[in-house]
């Protein structure tokens, strides 16, 4: 069993960094348990919004970051298996719920679409610079808010200018404060391992 790093080839993630391993697929199948469980835990770091059904929460976040790290098809597969399970029942969507029926499973569809994007942007450098990563995040916020907000409308029945009003003007400066997170975080990893480019 090797533990040399793996070569950076064009179009890496940092999850592509790990150390080369026999069972590739072991560590893909690690990787992508440890998103969806890093996914459920950013979830419960989870602060109400009066008037609006959805919660602030890290969830987001992690979905991105995890996007990014993981690549597209992990990334997927990470927020595949948070959604399903969540639905099936484990209490690790926004304060502690499950299910079919809540107003914020909108969210949780446009994460899993959101993290399939940053991922396929992260294979073309897209966390690899301050700039690019401001953008990957703003185009993975955009695409939550385009499938959680009209959701939100449809399953509590609010006008879609409600649905904005509780759904996504509320949440505006905590995205951009995760942003700017992740644009110190995810170039200063690259920078870090000396991958940059």
Known sequence: MSTAAAPVRSGAVLADLLPAVRHRYAVDAALVLGGAALTGIAAQIAVPV???PVPVTGQTFAA?????ALG????????ALYALVGMAGVPWFAEASSGWSMPSLGYVFGMLLAATVVGALARRGGDRSVP????????????IYAIGVP???????????????AGLLPFLV??????ALAMGL????????????
């Open 50 to 52: 009066p008037g609006s």
């Open 64 to 68: 991105l970051l995890i996007g990014t």
């Open 72 to 79: 597209a098809r992990r990334g997927f597969l990470s927020l």
């Open 132 to 143: 690019r990563t401001a953008g990957t995040m703003v185009l993975g916020s955009a695409i």
């Open 151 to 165: 959701y939100l409308a449809l399953s509590t029945g609010m006008s879609l200018s409600a649905a904005v009003a």
């Open 174 to 179: 905590g995205d951009a404060l995760k942003a």
């Open 186 to 197: 995810l170039p200063a990893t690259w920078k870090l391992l000396g991958r940059r480019g």
